[in-house]
T-cell receptor, first 113, second 115 residues
Framework: DAKTTQPNSMESNEEEPVHLPCNHS???????IHWYRQLPSQGPEYVIH???SNVNNRMASLAIAEDRKSSTLILHRATLRDAAVYYC??????????????FGQGTILTVHP | GAVVSQHPSRVICKSGTSVKIECRSLDFQATTMFWYRQFPKQSLMLMATSNEGSKATYEQGVEKDKFLINHASLTLSTLTVTSAHPEDSSFYIC???????????FGEGSWLTVV
């Protein structure tokens, strides 16, 4: 799977939007962009995923660059419960290895009251 | 929604003993589950892929005789750490893919402390 690059850490204030960037310049045409987050002492939690078009769900929005070489996870109004490590992961669609995720170091998001 | 549950959430065992961790998919059937290990302040590292009804596939460097994986049903995979040593102390996490939606769900994790 292609590699992703994320900032080590970011900070935000409560109630403000947060934009978490991810670079994936070697992404292939069949790679989906997945975002997971991990709260302290918990397993990762699915946030959102997309292929080409921007995606929205109740947790966040995913903005994908036109060339797909980067993407941004948007938390519209950060809360203290959003403090976590956010992982951007690329994954081929289908195939026997689907579901097998390679985690990088992720971005540690700190939310200040 | 779909849930993956692990048990126990925390376990302490003596060095040299074996400990079993269960991973269950509660709302869906999972022919494939995955086991990860995470040391403090580090990212998750995939240990093995658990296949229902067949042998697990281990990642390079993971001892298959030490980390026994059994996937006897479509909703249950177990990881047994045999002859545990203090260096096996870690956070063990499983995941499973919900076939129809393609979403991958993770368990809550299991803390293993070997004393």
């Amino acid at each position: 799977d292609a590699k992703t690059t994320q900032p080590n850490s970011m900070e935000s204030n409560e109630e403000e939007p947060v934009h978490l960037p991810c670079n994936h310049s070697t992404i292939s045409g069949t790679d989906y962009i997945h975002w997971y987050r991990q709260l302290p002492s918990q397993g990762p939690e699915y946030v959102i995923h997309g292929l080409t078009s921007n995606v929205n769900n109740r947790m966040a929005s995913l903005a994908i660059a036109e060339d797909r070489k980067s993407s941004t996870l948007i938390l519209h109004r950060a809360t203290l419960r959003d403090a976590a490590v956010y992982y951007c992961i690329l994954k081929h669609a289908g195939g026997t290895s689907y579901g097998k995720l390679t985690f990088g170091q992720g971005t540690i998001l700190t939310v200040h009251p | 929604g779909a849930v993956v549950s692990q048990h126990p959430s925390r376990v302490i065992c003596k060095s040299g003993t074996s400990v079993k961790i269960e991973c269950r998919s509660l709302d869906f059937q999972a022919t494939t589950m995955f086991w990860y290990r995470q040391f403090p302040k580090q990212s998750l590292m995939l240990m093995a892929t658990s296949n229902e009804g067949s042998k697990a596939t281990y990642e390079q460097g993971v001892e298959k005789d030490k980390f026994l994986i059994n996937h006897a049903s479509l909703t249950l995979s177990t990881l047994t750490v045999t002859s545990a040593h203090p260096e096996d102390s870690s956070f063990y996490i499983c995941s499973a893919r919900d076939g129809p939606t393609g979403t991958i769900y993770f368990g809550e994790g299991s803390w293993l402390t070997v004393v």
